[in-house]
T-cell receptor, first 116, second 114 residues
Framework: AQKVTQAQTEISVVEKEDVTLDCVYETRDTTYYLFWYKQPPSGELVFLIRRNSFDEQNEISGRYSWNFQKSTSSFNFTITASQVVDSAVYFCALNPFSGGYNKLIFGAGTRLAVHP | DAGVTQSPTHLIKTRGQQVTLRCSPKSGHDTVSWYQQALGQGPQFIFQYYEEEERQRGNFPDRFSGHQFPNYSSELNVNALLLGDSALYLC?????????????FGDGTRLSIL
């Protein structure tokens, strides 16, 4: 089965707190891509990061960092020093090679609320 | 550089009606995918069009159909609307349909069925 699980439905933090969004995926493929998208209230899915299955290096981009661990099939996303503008729904997605074409499998999303 | 544009923004229909949603891909993109996002859930893949043909389809009934035009724009048609079809419909475009091509999403069309 190809599946993405985001166990945290909602997270509420106070500004400047660090927050980690969890993502666990299932796939039999050895070749795949993992993604994180941000969805603000406007509805558009904003691309944050793409990682292929052969690259387990962690990545940092400003306040954002991603931890990819194939051993636990996890691709977690951390926001450091959160800001109110980070409030949105965040989706983790899987694109397995066996799917052939570009077919993203999304998790149910985590709604992040950052309060001033 | 125009991104992915979708129309209309909102739409209200009644059960049994038919609806057509439209999508123009990002400049330079030739592949369009459609996703359905029910309230509180992640998007689900409906189908993908490339070279004016449906290349891949998700687990959606035949009531959902599509079309791609020579200018790469696309339409999603849904017949015999059900209450459960109420959702945000997202269009995504990419350059070529390969699985390693990043997809860019539009703002979506919010469809409400009464």
């Amino acid at each position: 089965a190809q599946k993405v699980t985001q166990a945290q439905t909602e997270i509420s933090v106070v500004e400047k707190e660090d927050v980690t969004l969890d993502c666990v995926y299932e796939t039999r493929d050895t070749t795949y891509y993992l993604f994180w998208y941000k969805q603000p209230p406007s509805g558009e899915l904003v691309f944050l990061i793409r990682r292929n299955s052969f690259d387990e290096q962690n990545e940092i981009s400003g306040r954002y960092s991603w931890n990819f661990q194939k051993s636990t099939s996890s691709f977690n996303f951390t926001i450091t020093a959160s800001q109110v503008v980070d409030s949105a729904v965040y989706f983790c997605a899987l694109n397995p090679f066996s799917g052939g074409y570009n077919k993203l499998i999304f998790g149910a999303g985590t709604r992040l609320a950052v309060h001033p | 550089d125009a991104g992915v544009t979708q129309s209309p923004t909102h739409l209200i229909k009644t059960r049994g009606q038919q609806v057509t949603l439209r999508c123009s891909p990002k400049s330079g993109h030739d592949t369009v995918s459609w996703y359905q996002q029910a309230l509180g859930q992640g998007p689900q893949f409906i189908f993908q069009y490339y070279e004016e043909e449906e290349r891949q389809r998700g687990n959606f009934p035949d009531r959902f159909s599509g079309h791609q035009f020579p200018n790469y724009s696309s339409e999603l048609n849904v017949n015999a609307l059900l209450l459960g079809d109420s959702a945000l419909y997202l269009c995504a475009s990419s350059f070529r349909p390969g699985f390693n091509q990043p997809q860019h999403f539009g703002d979506g069309t919010r469809l409400s069925i009464l």
